[in-house]
């Protein structure tokens, strides 16, 4: 199924030479959390780089297929008694990174749909496939070195059905207008896990 997915992305990464009628691109910053009944939910600061291209066209909307690419850091503090005994106090904080490539299919109304729209406003809503690779090093407190070392790393990979939707601003000149993005995405692993990972992101269009 990875290679598949890969794949995949390398074929649509490469299409604007072969079949694209318009290729847009953008960049911009944003939230992940990643939750399941049993992990703690983490939360990530993420940049964003969204290329897509317009498979097909009318005057005000398209269809895009577009690799929205995340990539955000965590850095958690933990402090509390433990779950196994009240009397124990337990502290710490982790640190973590995530690589998010989900393989998206859009319907593009209005603003930033296609080149030279003059719209204000547009919307976006689709749906894909992704991928996401998260790791989180643990450090603890160490009572005869630094003041804490580090104690465990977990790298996971997971994939599933994603879907994402938005708005966008159109602004500029009309002869040479951008837009600005504002995004939701969600995303259900398959695997055993079931992690589920939302993200918001906003991005300025070229």
């Given amino acids: ?22 290729f847009s691109h953008g960049v911009g910053l944003g ?9 703690k939910t983490r939360t990530s600061t993420i940049i964003t780089y969204s290329p897509r291209i ?3 066209e009318t005057e005000n909307t398209s269809v895009s297929v577009g690799i929205p690419l995340s990539i955000g850091i965590s850095n958690t503090f933990k402090a509390g008694y433990s ?17 998010n490539v989900p393989v998206m299919v859009n319907f593009n109304i209005g603003a930033g ?16 496939y992704a991928y996401n690779l998260s790791t989180v090093n643990t450090f603890t407190p160490n009572e005869y070195g630094p003041e804490y070392e580090f104690s465990r790393r977990e790298t996971k990979g997971n994939s599933g059905p994603a879907a994402n939707f938005g708005v966008r601003i159109g602004v500029g000149s009309l002869r040479r207008r951008h837009n600005i993005e504002i995004k939701t995405s969600y995303m259900r692993a398959i695997s055993s896990r079931k992690l ?8 300025f269009n070229f």
């Fill in 1 to 22: 199924m990875k290679k598949t997915f890969w794949l995949v992305t390398l074929c649509l990464a490469g299409a604007k030479v072969s079949f694209a009628q318009h």
């Fill in 31 to 39: 939230y992940s959390a990643e939750f399941a009944d049993n992990i």
């Fill in 54 to 56: 317009n498979v097909s």
């Fill in 83 to 99: 779950h196994d005994n009240d009397s124990t106090y337990d502290y710490g904080y982790s640190t973590g990174f995530i690589l």
């Fill in 113 to 128: 749909s296609v080149p030279g729209n003059q719209k204000r406003t547009g919307f976006f809503a689709g749906a894909g």
């Fill in 196 to 203: 589920n990972v939302i993200g918001l992101n906003c991005l």
